[in-house]
């Protein structure tokens, strides 16, 4: 009866605390999902804009690469770290429920393994950005007046959409960039930081829970518990390197809109 009694309480326990696990990884899950599909659409357009802001030897050095990096990094934390981290978890269940077909040292190698890559991830961020500080270079009005008329004439729609806001971006005052760059401060807030900043909170719930319930409760319920808040807090991990990827994406797009307003005011 003591037996089925723990075991009781082991499932209520799982229905309870499963449900913001998930949905915590659902939500990481969609806003890459949405960065990639932005990506699609952005990529073409933020580097035709930063060649003909910037000039032609940085854009071909340094942005293509940049913007690259931030989209692999995207399909590998939606392909492959959101995944490895549920397969812990799920790894740590089975551990919990049946004792003797252990999967621990998996789900420990499966964790270790996504926080090996976010941090070599954020080691290439680093680099790619003091390579950007270094090598960035401008070229002058008659390398980017036959970029834009070559931009127009192969990529009629889209070509003309970016010239023409380019030359809308010029008339824009000091006033305006000051206001976009708030109201994109608040979306990076909106979209990143605040689903990073509740999977920590809830990864120190979980901790804090296993710590009150230790005295009272099975191991498997406690050392259960004490399995998901080491998950989530990777997967706080993981939100901060989609963040990182969305808030340099942003900076590029304000640093684009800089350059054309001062390029118009000279």
């Not at 913007?67 to 978890?89: D, H």
């Not at 008329?149 to 000091?174: A, C």
Request: glycine share 4%.
């Amino acid at each position: 009866m003591k037996e089925w009694t723990r075991f009781f309480f082991l499932i209520v326990v799982i229905m309870v605390t499963i449900r913001p696990v998930f949905d915590a990884f659902d939500e990481m899950r969609n806003i890459t999902n949405q960065l990639m599909h932005i990506y699609v659409v952005l990529s073409p357009l933020l580097t035709s804009s930063l060649l003909l802001g910037s000039g032609l030897f940085s854009v071909l050095a340094i942005s293509p690469v940049f913007l690259m990096f931030l989209q692999t990094i995207l399909v590998v934390v939606s392909k492959f770290l959101i995944p490895m981290l549920i397969a812990a978890f799920v790894f740590d269940f089975i551990t919990r429920m049946l004792p003797d077909l252990s999967f621990a040292k998996m789900s420990d190698f499966l964790r270790m393994s996504v926080l090996s890559i976010v941090s070599a991830s954020v080691v290439v961020y680093t680099m790619l950005l003091a390579a950007n500080g270094v090598i960035a270079g401008s070229f002058s009005n008659d390398i980017s007046e036959p970029i834009k008329r070559l931009i127009q004439q192969n990529i009629p729609i889209i070509g003309s959409l970016v010239t023409e806001s380019l030359n809308t971006f010029k008339t824009y005052s000091s006033t305006a960039i000051v206001t976009t760059s708030t109201g994109l401060l608040i979306s990076v807030w909106g979209v990143t930081i605040i689903p990073t900043v509740k999977i920590l909170v809830l990864g120190f719930s979980y901790r804090f829970m296993a710590a009150v319930l230790e005295p009272f409760t099975d191991s498997k319920v406690n050392g259960l518990i004490e399995d998901i808040s080491k998950t989530l807090f990777i997967l706080c991990a993981v939100s901060f390197l989609i963040a990182f990827a969305y808030f340099f994406t942003i900076m590029m797009v304000v640093l684009m809109i800089q350059m054309q307003i001062g390029r118009g005011g000279a």
